[in-house]
């Protein structure tokens, strides 16, 4: 597999499994049992949250910059700068982190366990992604929420949960096994690159 496909050559291929609402089924359930998400899936709502959003981005800024005493046409590039920086860059920026734990983390890193295929534990990828870098991890123990298993490996999604338990808002949360018996940690830490095919 090219690093081009596993980052999102993948996406320009239409997949008929993933067509159906419930092709999530096994993966997301309490989500899509959620009616509000339903909603968003079913009915194309999404697009109108979507448009409302990218309203309020401009709106903010136009109205900010009248407010500092801005012209309209200040106000107007103001606005159009907010709604282009703040959601399309930021869109496509996050899109490419996300996308990076599919194809950098597969290539290039360091593996704290042994597992079938060549995951790695990418530090750059972890910390832009809040966590979910420690790709190794994850694959090693995939039901669990938290995917830093060394003090050093910083996972904010996993402190955001935490914070979410704590506060009552998450429940049942699977963490890593206690003892990491089910898979062998690997005591070295050499980061090794892995050609793609």
Known sequence: MSFFWS?????????????????????????????????????????????VSWLLFFAGGFVSALIMGGQPAEAIQF????????????TVAVWHITWSINSITHLWGYRNYETDEDSRNNVFVGLISNGEGWHNNHHAHPRSARHGHRWWELDVTWLTI????????????????????????????????????
């Open 7 to 51: 980052h999102f050559g993948w996406l320009l291929v239409e997949n008929d499994d993933l067509k159906p609402l419930g092709a999530g089924q096994p993966y997301a359930k309490d989500i899509l049992r959620d009616k509000f998400y339903k909603r968003l899936e079913r009915n194309g709502f999404w697009v109108l949250v979507v448009a």
């Open 79 to 90: 606005g159009a700068s907010l709604l282009v920086w703040g959601v399309f860059v930021r």
């Open 162 to 197: 935490r914070m979410m338990m704590f506060l009552g808002l998450a429940k049942k949360v699977i963490g890593p096994p206690s003892n990491n018996n089910s898979r062998a940690l690997i005591r070295t830490h050499e980061i090794t690159v892995t050609p793609s095919e």
